[in-house]
Nanobody, 121 residues
Framework: QVQLVESGGGLVQPGGSLRLSCTAS????????MGWYRQAPGKQRELVAV???????NYVDSAKGRFTISRDNAKKTVYLQITSLKPEDTAVYYCNADGYDFVLLRRWACWGQGTQVTVSS
């Protein structure tokens, strides 16, 4: 069973930067797309950015310019670099990924537990 664990969240002042990480673990599996979502208080979870296994990226319009998604396939890790943080970036950030499980012989998809990002002075 594949699991995703995020890290890197915290309290940051406006204008600051953060790098979030999400690492996949399991016995034998491949990873296709990896993505970051966020859920602000009282709002629905929304997509931020996605990266394919080949490194192609796609961002929602609101994330273009300050958010950078990247991945290290050898480490089974996806990153989200956020710069010039604003209070409205405050949210729980979730990692999502999918792929194929070679032990269970089926596709897998799952979410991480989330990491809180709070932007406040």
């Amino acid at each position: 069973q594949v699991q995703l664990v995020e890290s890197g969240g915290g309290l940051v002042q406006p204008g600051g930067s953060l790098r979030l990480s999400c690492t996949a673990s399991g016995r034998s599996f491949s990873i296709n797309d990896m993505g970051w979502y966020r859920q602000a208080p009282g709002k629905q979870r929304e997509l931020v950015a996605v990266i394919t296994s080949g490194g192609s990226t796609n961002y929602v319009d609101s994330a273009k310019g300050r958010f950078t998604i990247s991945r290290d396939n050898a480490k089974k890790t996806v990153y989200l670099q956020i710069t010039s943080l604003k209070p409205e970036d405050t949210a729980v950030y979730y990692c999502n990924a999918d792929g194929y499980d070679f032990v269970l012989l089926r596709r897998w998809a799952c979410w991480g537990q989330g990491t809180q990002v709070t932007v406040s002075s």
